[in-house]
């Protein structure tokens, strides 16, 4: 088929919505869908604005006045604690408001957040300080900065791009907030942070992560700490256009090990009070982009942040508790899922290569990637919904060997399904 669509966005969505009908249920996108950068503009507009994402974890915040510039799908954002509670973490689009310059250029701290093209300032809290040059017929007070909605839970802070279009963030924080303070992120410092670009459409990324049909040929230092030890479901909400997902599920490290470092040893400090290693391991999904992975004496953030229709960058995060010693050795905290996303990285670009092909065509997932075909009926749906204007239910696998409590569009492979 005929990968591009571009031309005027009216042509596009209809185009869209026709190849959103022919999709065969249980098969693989059509080549469209991971390679034209209109849908990824549809997406832009329509998908994106809708999704809560992780964006940073709250020590990097730490103190009153401490801000950090993060990406927040294609743009930058400022993340910033105006008080000394944890609720009082604030972000704002990177936009100073008189004549757009980018506000702050690096992570730093102060009293007022200043502009450094003509030194306009503004409040903690995103009001505009600076009052002595603005015109006198302009009020003062429309010119603070954008605010982007942003909700702590657990230590993490989610954002979004556009709250009145967002569905309500409450669910998520009721469910999950217990279980990450449980898991002890909320006394949690980072250890290490890498990035993984990956030059690759998103949805490939993640359909990768959904699922670990892969994982036995292709990662066998995660196979041999994981194999395929069932999760068990805590809670889940599979989302959808108007509902956010998130899940919670537990399974046992295989072999009794005591950890996910590479002998199976302890890495750093117990965390989240623990008097002793369980040998268990908690996954956790917030929304569609952003996961945890929490053992008891480290925790593991990936954020998947879409770039371009080609583009996707894959961050993780480890952390450790507070208490941790300030010299540990981050090595083995890091080995099984920095060894494991690289070989994605390398995976998912092969992937994405041969999806570019003009031999491409749609193939049929096993059951083995239940998780992943449930993703792109969800993504599907979804966007359906946006273009028409037809609200519909993310579907729920029947599927014999779906895991007990799980429903489909929750993470598998690093989205609870390894």
């Known amino acids: 088929m005929e990968a591009r669509i571009t031309g005027n966005m009216t042509s596009d969505r209809t185009a869209l919505v026709e190849l959103i009908d022919r999709h065969r249920p249980g098969w693989s996108l059509e080549q469209a869908f991971y390679v034209d950068p209109s849908i990824y503009e549809l997406e832009r507009e329509l998908w994106f604005p809708r999704q809560w994402s992780l964006v940073a974890h709250t020590s990097e915040v730490s103190e009153k006045g401490r801000y950090i510039i993060r990406q927040l799908f294609d743009e930058e954002i400022i993340v910033v604690r105006f008080g000394d ?21 690096k992570d730093g701290r102060g009293r007022l957040l200043v502009c450094p093209y003509h030194a306009w300032s503004y409040r903690l809290t995103g009001e505009l300080q600076t009052r002595r040059d603005v015109p006198e017929n302009v009020d003062p007070e429309l010119l603070g900065l954008h605010r982007v909605p942003t909700r702590c839970v657990g230590g993490l802070v989610i954002c979004g791009l556009e709250q009145e279009i967002m569905p309500d963030v409450q669910p998520l924080v ?6 990450l303070r449980d898991m002890g992120i909320d006394r949690a410092r980072i250890a290490a942070r890498k990035s993984y670009p990956t030059k690759a459409n998103w949805k490939l990324v993640i359909e990768n992560f959904f699922e670990c049909y892969h994982c036995q040929p292709s990662h066998p230092e995660y196979f041999r700490l994981n194999a395929h030890e069932p999760w068990h479901s805590l809670a889940s909400e599979p989302g959808g256009v108007d509902k956010v997902t998130y899940s919670i599920a537990r399974r046992s490290i295989l072999g009794g090990r005591k950890t996910l470092s590479e002998d199976g040893q302890p890495v750093s400090c117990l965390m989240g009070g623990r008097i002793a290693h369980d040998s268990l391991e908690t996954g956790f999904c917030l929304g569609r982009l952003s996961f945890v992975y ?17 583009e996707t960058d894959v961050i993780v995060t480890w952390l450790v508790d507070k208490d941790a010693d300030a010299e540990i050795d981050t090595d083995p905290i890091t080995w099984m899922w920095d060894v494991t996303t690289v070989q994605d990285k390398k995976l998912v670009e092969d ?20 998780n992943t075909s449930c993703l792109v009926q969800s993504y599907l749906g979804e966007m359906r919904s946006l273009i028409a204007g037809q609200r519909t239910d993310a579907p729920v696998s029947q599927s014999p060997t779906k895991r007990p409590g799980l429903q489909c569009g929750e993470a598998a492979e690093s989205g609870l399904n390894r």
């Open 85 to 105: 509670a944890e609720e009082d973490i604030a972000a704002y689009f990177n936009v100073c408001t008189h004549r757009g310059s980018r506000l702050c250029t």
């Open 174 to 179: 009721d469910a999950l907030d217990g279980g």
């Open 294 to 310: 929490a053992v008891s004496d480290h925790i593991t953030l990936f954020q998947m942040i879409p770039r371009s229709a080609a």
């Open 351 to 370: 992937n994405a290569n041969g999806v570019a092909s003009k031999a491409y065509r749609p193939g049929p997932y096993t059951a083995r990637e239940e």
